[in-house]
């Protein structure tokens, strides 16, 4: 069994599809040129949110707004779902976001609505000449006067710097400028996205090239990986897993309503070509169909589907040609690779105000 549902305490969310940033390594951009045509544009909404949180006491579920093909500000259902989760006693909730979106206004009103119960990751990869290279259509200035006005109406800020070599210069600088403005936290990581996908490095939709930085740990990582097992493929087959959602007692919502494990495990149903991630996705499809995790359909019974029961568990300890291993699942949460720095050892992370 993955998890009982009594023991869920956090519910991460993909809120919606829709962003106004065109990353070039984000799963909704193609060759960071143009959007993923087969990603749906879509949102949840009011009446998934009365599907998600009925079952669960009062001050039990922290809800976690970060998604892998949207940010949840570009959502024309935030708010109501938003006043809702607070009306119905969530513990917490936690937005990241890439800080562009509304007003400043509407950002002291967030603070004052959330107080503290809310907090948020502003997203921000450098200074005003560098952050744009690669959260391109972004605009510094706004972001810092939105973060202003959230912190200075009381709402708790951090900041989230991805490491690449056209701002790796500025981390201290940023980090000064984020205890100035009275962030409670920075935090400096790396990305995998490089060594996931063999890249040194990425044009943008405007013809910049992003480049890793000379020292990803991530690269390194899978570089030793690789000489050991002979292919990145091999050890994913063969790594064990820890799965590090079922560790923390959480669960995944994609914007159309379907439950996943984790973020990893939501995302590559809409990638726009064949990897090997996908490929166990055509298994498991061809095993459960395309709904068995769809929410809107079977509520939280899907939780007592096989694929959450039995599915997983097998895959991970005793595979076979039904309970096939999740590449994700290896390239993930196997014992060697880090792939996300923000649950390991390639991480910087340092508490530079207190609440």
Known sequence: MYLDINEINKIQLDHTSRCN????????????KTVNPSMPITDLTLDDYKILLEPFNKNKITLFHCGNYGDALASSTFDETFNYSLEKNVKHIRIATNGSLRNTEWW??????????????????????????????????KIKENAQAFINAGG???WAFIEFKHNYHQIAQAEQLAKDMGFSKFTAKYTSRFADQDQTTQENKKGI???????????????????????????????PITCKYQRDKTVFVDMCMKLWPCCWLGAPE??????????SFDHLFN?????????????????????FQEYLDKSWNEQDNKFKRIYTCGRTC??????????GKNIKSEIINDK
């Open 21 to 32: 940033l065109a990353c070039p390594q984000c799963a909704r951009m193609i060759n960071g």
């Open 108 to 141: 002291s009103e967030l603070a004052n609505r959330g107080g503290n119960r809310l907090s948020v990751i502003f997203s921000i990869d450098g200074l005003e000449e560098t952050n744009p290279m690669y959260r391109v259509n972004s605009n510094f200035n």
């Open 156 to 158: 708790t800020a951090e």
């Open 209 to 239: 090239i992003v480049e890793d930085t000379a020292d990803n740990q991530n690269v390194k990582d899978k570089k030793e990986i690789t000489q050991q097992y002979n292919s990145f493929d091999e050890y994913v087959e063969q790594t």
């Open 270 to 279: 809409y990638f726009h070509k064949p990897t090997q991630q996908t490929k």
């Open 287 to 307: 095993i459960y169909g395309k709904d068995f995790n769809d929410m809107r359909k079977y509520g939280w019974q899907v939780f007592e589907h096989e694929f």
């Open 334 to 343: 196997g014992e060697k690779f880090e792939f996300s720095s923000g649950h």
